[in-house]
T-cell receptor
Framework: GIQVEQSPPDLILQEGANSTLRCNFSDSVNNLQWFHQNPWGQLINLFYIPSGTKQNGRLSATTVATERYSLLYISSSQTTDSGVYFC???????????FGQGTRLTINP | DAMVIQNPRYQVTQFGKPVTLSCSQTLNHNVMYWYQQKSSQAPKLLFHYYDKDFNNEADTPDNFQSRRPNTSFCFLDIRSPGLGDAAMYLCATNRGAGGLFFGEGSRLTVL
C-alpha cells in the first residue's frame, strides 16, 4: 500500500518562529490534506491540496505531485499552533485517506 | 456550526460491555467514515459507507460493526470491548473537492 512519511516527528520552537513540515508519499495520489489535531483530539482541516500552493493567513501549503511531496509552512508561530499536524493522502481516488504518523509541534512562549 | 456531530464525546465502559457510538451529519454527503486513533498514533480507517454500500477494511476486527440507517446517521457498534479498543473514534464525511471533514471524536475508555 501507499506509504506516507512525515518529518520531523517532533519540533519545538519559540513563539514567533517559522516552521516547515514535510510529507512524502510513495505513489501518485488524487488528493492530499493537511490537518491539525487540537488538544481535544479533533482533526481540523487545514488544506485540501492535491497540487499547487494555497495560503490561509499564517499558514500555507505546497504540493509537488510529480515529486511526491507536500510542505506545510507556519509563519510567526503562536502557542495555539501547538499540536499534531497530519498529512493524509487518498488512494485510487476512493477518498480513503491514509495518514502519515504526524509531526508534533510545540510552541513555547 | 458543527456539521459532523459525534456522541457521546466521552464514553466509559466495562470490559466486554457493548458500546454504540453515533455520528450525524448535516451536509448530506453520501460517504461516511469511521477511523480509530490510539494514543500517539495516526488515525486508522475501520470502514466506510458509500451511500448504503458498506466497505470494511481487511484488518478491521469482527468485534466492530457499523450501521447506516439513513444518509444523516452512522453508528459504530463495539460488541465486546477489550482494553485494546480504548481509543478515539473519529467520524468523517466526504466533502468532495474539499476532502474529508471530521467530527470532534468520541473517546472510549475501557475499564
Amino acid at each position: 500500500g501507499i506509504q506516507v512519511e512525515q518529518s520531523p516527528p517532533d519540533l519545538i520552537l519559540q513563539e514567533g518562529a517559522n516552521s516547515t513540515l514535510r510529507c512524502n508519499f510513495s505513489d501518485s495520489v488524487n488528493n492530499l490534506q493537511w490537518f491539525h489535531q487540537n488538544p481535544w483530539g479533533q482533526l481540523i482541516n487545514l488544506f485540501y491540496i492535491p497540487s499547487g500552493t494555497k495560503q490561509n493567513g499564517r499558514l500555507s501549503a505546497t504540493t509537488v505531485a510529480t515529486e511526491r511531496y507536500s510542505l506545510l509552512y507556519i509563519s510567526s508561530s503562536q502557542t495555539t499552533d501547538s499540536g499534531v499536524y497530519f498529512c493524509a493522502v487518498d488512494i485510487q481516488g476512493a477518498q480513503k485517506l491514509v495518514f502519515g504518523q504526524g509531526t508534533r509541534l510545540t510552541i513555547n512562549p | 456550526d458543527a456539521m459532523v456531530i459525534q456522541n457521546p464525546r466521552y464514553q466509559v465502559t466495562q470490559f466486554g460491555k457493548p458500546v454504540t457510538l453515533s455520528c450525524s451529519q448535516t451536509l448530506n454527503h453520501n460517504v461516511m467514515y469511521w477511523y480509530q486513533q490510539k494514543s500517539s498514533q495516526a488515525p486508522k480507517l475501520l470502514f466506510h459507507y458509500y451511500d448504503k454500500d458498506f466497505n470494511n477494511e481487511a484488518d478491521t476486527p469482527d468485534n466492530f460493526q457499523s450501521r447506516r440507517p439513513n444518509t444523516s446517521f452512522c453508528f459504530l457498534d463495539i460488541r465486546s470491548p477489550g482494553l485494546g479498543d480504548a481509543a478515539m473514534y473519529l467520524c468523517a464525511t466526504n466533502r468532495g473537492a474539499g476532502g474529508l471533514f471530521f467530527g470532534e471524536g468520541s473517546r472510549l475508555t475501557v475499564l
